[in-house]
């Protein structure tokens, strides 16, 4: 027998229940794997809630991207690099990644270099793909060009502030008090801003010698939203990748005509999608960039995997920075 987690109805962290089910069994192309570190994403909160993009089926153990070792492998999955033992990283789009064992498609388990921390590599996938693609491949060049990371200090945030000074940027970091504005600046920002400021705008450009940014990573929402394009030059890119207030913002389109700014978004699914290779790309870079030391993961926040419900806690109350992760 094994315990997972699982939800039966919408709602608060309380809908998160231990429950014991028997040990799943691999069948054709698929993998068993024995869990290690469990990566918990922002995207867990919503599916929670039912406020995700797409509809949470119940019943349903979240978890989309999980660390760990191969326990047995069902018919048709090459035996090389899927020796039994070895450690993958578990893809879980379709969730089950909150359990002891996890079955996943061996088409979505990639094997890690040994150098890799278990707990790092839950990084990988949704934060890690999410933050080189869109920095890599949808910011354009940003050597020399100034960029405001909003929530500098949290999964995809850190990743960003990291990716964004490897790529010449300058980095100003936005987040909601100095502990994480600290972290941040150790992970290389230039300048912090505690956007929880009223005055948080005019204080971002005068930090800054009067000039404004050339590119903005938002996933706030609401009144962050809303206010941000204050502090974009003239010709400059939002790209909109999330709302975790949950508040929606409302900015007029003849704003962006009149200094010719742009609003792109950024969806990690439409590139697993529609462009694989892309993604598989960035993900690879992401392996060699953090096995390497280049990029860090930060300060991870473990939690037991029975504490899941703490974990999304808080992480919903903006508690945590970094990777959160369940330890089974
Ligand atoms: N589009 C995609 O494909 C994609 C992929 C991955 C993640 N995302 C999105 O990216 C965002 C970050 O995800 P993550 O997993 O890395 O989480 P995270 O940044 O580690 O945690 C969320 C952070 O959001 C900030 N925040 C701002 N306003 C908030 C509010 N009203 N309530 C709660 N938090 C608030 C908080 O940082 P401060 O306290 O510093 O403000 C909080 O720590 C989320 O919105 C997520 O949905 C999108």
Known sequence: ???KIEINEYGSAAVLKSVESDIPVPGAGEILIRATAIGLNFSDVLRRKNTYFMPTPLPYT??????GEIVKNGSGVPEEPFTIGS????????GGGYAEYIIAKADYCVPLPPNMKDRDATSLFVQGSTAHLMVNHVAGDLKGKTVLVHAASGGVGSLIVQLAKLAGAKVIAAASNSQKLEKAREL????TINYTDANWVNNL???????????IFEM?????????????????TIIVYGSASGQKGFIHSERFVGENQNLMSFN?????QHKPELWQKSLGAMIELIASGKIKVGDT??????????AHRDLEERKTTGKVVLLP
Request: aromatic share 8%; net charge negative; with cysteine.
């Open 87 to 94: 450690k993958v990283l578990a893809i879980l789009p379709w």
């Open 301 to 310: 926040h473990s939690y037991s995997l029975a504490n899941a419900a703490l």
């Open 1 to 3: 027998m094994m315990k």
């Open 205 to 215: 450009i005068e930090q800054n010698q009067g000039e404004k940014v050339d590119c």
């Open 188 to 191: 290389g920002a230039d300048l």
């Open 268 to 272: 990690l699914a439409y590139y697993v």
């Open 220 to 236: 706030a929402g609401g009144r962050i939203f809303e206010e941000c394009i204050e502090t974009l030059k003239p010709g400059g």
């Open 62 to 67: 979240l978890g989309s991207e999980a660390v």
